[in-house]
């Protein structure tokens, strides 16, 4: 099956109406549970087809980087993962 790059970039398009989160909200959910400086927020959708929105905190203490998947429907962390520096 042929890709279809024009399909690609309208679900890419689509993305931003589907989040009832903003970015803002998304970046002080992590940051509630992880304290440090945001680096990274990118909407993206799940292989469930769920938006989520990838938040990365860098912990300056110990260099650290926590990427956390927050739901971008309901403002819930669904997935924390810790990069060790």
Known sequence: MKADPDGDKQELADLPGKAKVSPRDAAATALGRTKGTVTSVELDETDADAVIWSVDVMTTSDWNKTTFDVDAAHR??????????
Not at 76 to 85: N, P
């Open 76 to 85: 819930r962390i669904l997935r924390e993962h810790v990069d060790r520096g």
